[in-house]
T-cell receptor, first 110, second 112 residues
Framework: QQQVKQSPQSLIVQKGGISIINCAYENTAFDYFPWYQQFPGKGPALLIAIRPDVSEKKEGRFTISFNKSAKQFSLHIMDSQPGDSATYFCAAGGANNLFFGTGTRLTVIP | NAGVMQNPRHLVRRRGQEARLRCSPMKGHSHVYWYRQLPEEGLKFMVYLQKENIIDESGMPKERFSAEFPKEGPSILRIQQVVRGDSAAYFC??????????FGQGTRLTVV
């Protein structure tokens, strides 16, 4: 059973555009929602994270929007750059582990 | 302040051999997690350990896989009698407080 569903599977965005990746979760006990960025051959790097007591968190060009009632959260990358091309994973944290989405491969074209 | 260190980065084993994957958490981190990633897929939780204790091993296959995090030294993920289906990238993450997990570079296991 997929605890966290992520879409789209792949995304192509023009340089300067907005990249939007969506995730939905099932378990209302989750209380920690991070996003990770992974480049080929590297480990996932923590990008930004949010707790369910806030609806939005912004760090630089990256923003998480969180909708507790809908059990959904999304990552927005503003002014997308070619260097942002990577695979992005959302995750939802329970007491003992993080459940990951299946990933979104983002390509930002110049 | 070194990050999470995993070694080896690449490991090739023949079917039936044992694979030992090591993970040294970041300084001050007492929580260690192991994840497995198959090509083009997300990360699947395997096990969560604190020093000398397995807290949650609900993602570990029941046979051939074991993990430890001794009082001294790195955490070890051990796979006995490897099979082709064990080929994957294995990532270790550490955390100071059960959240904000930081990942290592991974060990890519290939079973031939």
């Amino acid at each position: 059973q997929q605890q966290v569903k992520q879409s789209p599977q792949s995304l192509i965005v023009q340089k300067g555009g907005i990249s939007i990746i969506n995730c939905a979760y099932e378990n209302t006990a989750f209380d920690y929602f991070p996003w990770y960025q992974q480049f080929p051959g590297k480990g996932p790097a923590l990008l930004i994270a949010i707790r369910p007591d806030v609806s939005e968190k912004k760090e630089g060009r990256f923003t998480i929007s969180f909708n507790k009632s809908a059990k959904q959260f999304s990552l927005h990358i503003m002014d997308s750059q070619p260097g942002d091309s990577a695979t992005y994973f959302c995750a939802a944290g329970g007491a003992n582990n993080l459940f990951f989405g299946t990933g979104t491969r983002l390509t930002v074209i110049p | 302040n070194a990050g999470v260190m995993q070694n080896p980065r690449h490991l090739v084993r023949r079917r039936g051999q044992e694979a030992r994957l090591r993970c040294s958490p970041m300084k001050g981190h007492s929580h260690v997690y192991w994840y497995r990633q198959l090509p083009e897929e997300g990360l699947k939780f395997m096990v969560y350990l604190q020093k000398e204790n397995i807290i949650d091993e609900s993602g570990m296959p029941k046979e051939r896989f074991s993990a430890e995090f001794p009082k001294e030294g790195p955490s070890i993920l051990r796979i006995q009698q490897v099979v082709r289906g064990d080929s994957a990238a294995y990532f270790c993450a550490s955390s100071p407080d059960r959240e904000w997990a930081f990942f290592g570079q991974g060990t890519r296991l290939t079973v031939v």
